[in-house]
């Protein structure tokens, strides 16, 4: 499949397991799995790095196939929620980023270009999250709110 607002046709990427059984090789039962999640929660990791550090150190390829859940739906349950998802947050401080190269650099017109390509994956992106409920319907990104926040 292609990328969204490039050439390239991205083919790299890391094959899931085919069958969607828990792998014979973990030790850890599903009760402590969610335990490392919370606790991985809890010292400021987001899910994403969560789930590298259960592949990483424990051998643990997805939480899915042995808990039954994601790692989002654990920290649901535990309480320990995030007022915006984390991708959405990825582009808003992508975008951050790109506004304060901008701003010292006002001649960079490919950059001008990819903000504004950066900027309509956080409209569509968001107006998703409200649709599915995961942010408030009154949840606005503007380049400059989101430098003060």
């Known amino acids: 499949m292609g990328r969204l607002h490039s050439h390239r046709h991205g083919k790299s990427h890391s094959t899931r397991p085919i069958t969607p059984s828990a792998p014979t090789w973990v030790k850890q039962s599903p009760a402590e799995i969610e335990e490392l999640v919370v606790k991985y929660a809890k010292e400021g990791f987001t899910p ?20 039954k859940k994601s790692i989002t739906d654990i920290l649901e349950e535990k309480g320990i ?30 950059n001008v270009r990819s903000l504004e390509l950066l900027e309509a994956k ?20 503007k380049a400059v709110i989101a430098q003060l926040e």
């Open 122 to 141: 956080v409209h569509r992106l968001s107006s998703y999250y409200k649709k599915m409920g995961k942010i408030p319907k009154t949840w606005k990104y």
């Open 48 to 67: 994403s790095k969560i789930g590298i550090k259960l592949r990483d150190q424990y051998a643990i390829p997805i939480t899915r196939q042995i808990v």
């Open 81 to 110: 929620k995030t007022d915006m998802p984390e991708d959405l947050n990825n582009l808003v401080t992508k975008a951050l980023g790109l506004q304060k190269h901008l701003k010292e650099h006002r001649s960079d017109k490919r």
